[in-house]
């Protein structure tokens, strides 16, 4: 099976920086996505990584170790409206994609 | 971007009546859907994959003649939560993938909150 672990709680100011990590354990594993949810809404894909190292898209950054099993998400000049919460994802083994998602981060931001 | 559509965003229901919800996905064709179920501040735990023209396919734990799935067709699929008892209270979201941005990338509606009385 898998299993995803990623903290519950975050809390940080505007304009911060934040880092939400995301340690898995999965057989056949493809790829690392990370989804944002505002409460009472629907996910939004946020980033994939599917091999090691940093991708950037504008204030938000996604990390993937493939050999640690550990990604990360970074969000920069944190805003109010960024406060949600985080998924982690991995894709199961098996020919479709079959998504585990992690527990998920509540990403809370103070003035 | 890829639209999924969801309905009824909320609904409410007596103990022992069906609820059927929709899942559209309006400018694609999608032959798998996701159908999860999340409980506040939880998870998104997947409950079934929907396959346009054959059978769905449940995960473990979830009771296939409680939560009927139909995917009659390329652009729809249906979850229906019969004779519903308060502890189905949740809410229900799908998610499909778009053909032409890859398998990672779930696009998801907006969820329906199902409260049973």
């Known amino acids: 099976g898998q299993s995803l672990e990623q903290p519950s709680e975050v809390t940080a100011v505007e304009g911060a920086i934040v880092q939400i990590n995301c340690t898995y354990q999965?057989?056949?594993?493809?790829?690392l996505s990370w989804y944002q949810q505002h409460d009472g809404g629907a996910p939004t894909f946020l980033s994939y990584?599917?091999?090691?190292g940093l991708e950037e898209t504008g204030r938000f950054s996604s990390f993937l170790s493939r050999s640690d099993s550990y990604g990360y998400l970074l969000l920069q000049e944190l805003q109010m409206k960024d406060s949600a919460s985080y998924f982690c994802a991995v894709r199961a083994s098996g020919g479709s994609y079959i998504p585990t998602f992690g527990r998920g981060t509540s990403l809370i931001v103070h003035p | 971007g890829a639209v999924v559509s969801q309905h009824p965003s909320w609904v409410i229901c007596k103990s022992g009546t069906s609820v059927k919800i929709e899942c559209r996905s309006l400018d694609f064709q999608a032959t798998t859907m996701f159908w999860y179920r999340q409980f506040p501040k939880q998870s998104l735990m997947l409950m079934a994959t929907s396959n346009e023209g054959s059978k769905a396919t449940y995960e473990q734990g979830v009771e296939k003649d409680k939560f009927l799935i139909n995917h009659a067709s390329l652009t729809l699929s249906t979850l229906t939560v019969t004779s519903a008892h308060p502890e189905d209270s949740s809410f229900y979201i799908c998610s499909a993938n778009h053909p032409g941005t890859g398998a990672e990338k779930l696009f998801f509606g907006s969820g329906t909150q199902l409260s049973v009385l």
């Open positions: 990584n599917a091999l090691d």
């Open positions: 999965t057989s056949g594993f493809y790829g």
